[in-house]
């Protein structure tokens, strides 16, 4: 297994991100093509493989403007792969690399009902910061987690 920063040219590897969204998010909340790129050029898009190059996980990325704080848009285990840990080796590896880049915080929101994704956030150092009500329209709340990397 292996976790590497996605390059733009690696348009294989860009599909299989662009179908595990659709396949973990459905038509909400997943990233397009257009925000692929973006996180690849203008963030940090970081995946978890196995040795036959396979997909297990994703982190997107993007900078919050004139500070080392990230924001987490969208975490994800391709459906066949869930609750084996890769989750687990992803989050804390990006977490790593964030940190030798100089990151000093990581955002996330999350469906207040996704029970799964909050425990792993937890485990991971996150905490529940606040409920943001109405966050992406009207009863679509959010919890906004935080974690501290120094
Ligand atoms: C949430 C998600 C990323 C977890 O990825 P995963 O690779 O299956 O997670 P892991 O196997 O590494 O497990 C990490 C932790 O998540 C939690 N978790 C994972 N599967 C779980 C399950 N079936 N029931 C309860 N908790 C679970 C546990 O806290 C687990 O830690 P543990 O192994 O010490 O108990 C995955 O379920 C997913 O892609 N879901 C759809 C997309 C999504 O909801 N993303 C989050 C958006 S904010």
Redesign the pocket.
Known sequence: MKVIEVDAKNRELIKKIFDNELE??GVMGGADMWMIMSFIRYGKLYVLLNESNDLL?VAQYQGVLGKKEVFLYG???SLK????????ILLEESHNRLKELGMEKIY?T?DPA????I??YK?AGYIIEELQKDEYGKGIDRYLMIKNLL
């Open positions: 973990s998010f996980s975490f994800s285990t792969e869930r609750g084996k840990g890769y989750g687990k996330l999350v996704n029970a799964k994704a425990d792993m485990k």
